[in-house]
């Protein structure tokens, strides 16, 4: 039970940090950040570009089988199934990507509680700073030599996320376990695919 909810205080704080950091450029017009997590609603159909909405406490999220060209890269399929599996010890299913706005971030959760996510670089420091004021700034370490910057969020028993900074976007890596090196493993190969 207690791992449980820990993993919805991880994605949460995950997904309102992401939400979140975007400074400006957002084009939703549902209001403020708004909080991860409450009632969702998706809609009946897809769209003729295959798309499905789903809106979840303020924020829009649509999944697309098309990627556009201006978008930001989906972190489904930065790295192929088998290796992350092994960077991960096991098989992590399928991943669903999810596009808060496209333009911005992109987020691909799977259902062991893994979520990797792909946002503009230039909204690293603001993501950062949502994490320390939400989780508290003992939780958060600077790791260096990866990326331009980079930072493990500990919220114990090896849950946590890693976040590193690259010249166009930065990458989040939230783990259920595993822990910093685990995380970091999975940041790297991120950041060399894109």
């Known amino acids: 039970m207690r791992t449980t909810v820990r993993r919805r205080v991880v994605a949460s704080t995950l997904g309102a940090a992401l939400l979140l950091a975007a400074c400006g450029g957002d084009d939703d017009d549902t209001g403020g950040g708004g909080e991860a997590g409450g009632d969702t609603t998706t809609t009946a159909a897809p769209d003729a570009a ?36 092994m960077m991960l010890a096991g098989d992590q299913g399928a991943g669903e990507s999810s596009a808060y706005d496209p333009d911005q971030r992109r987020i691909c959760s799977y259902a062991s509680g893994v979520i990797l996510a792909v946002e503009l670089a230039d909204h690293y420091d603001a993501a950062i700073d949502i994490i320390r004021d939400e989780t508290g700034e003992d939780s958060v370490h600077e790791v260096s030599g990866v990326g331009n910057a980079a930072v ?3 919220l ?3 849950m946590g996320q890693f976040i590193a900074q690259g010249d166009e976007y930065f990458v989040g890596v939230m783990l259920p376990g595993g822990g910093q090196d685990v995380g970091q493993v999975v940041a790297e190969a991120m950041l060399a695919a894109l």
Do not use: F, K, M, Y
């Open 50 to 85: 295959g798309a499905t909405t789903t809106a979840a406490a303020g924020a829009t999220t649509t999944t697309t089988a098309p990627v556009e060209n201006d978008a930001v890269p989906d972190p489904c399929t930065l790295i192929p199934a088998p290796e992350l599996a």
């Open 156 to 158: 114990g028993d090896g």
């Open 152 to 154: 493990w969020q500990d």
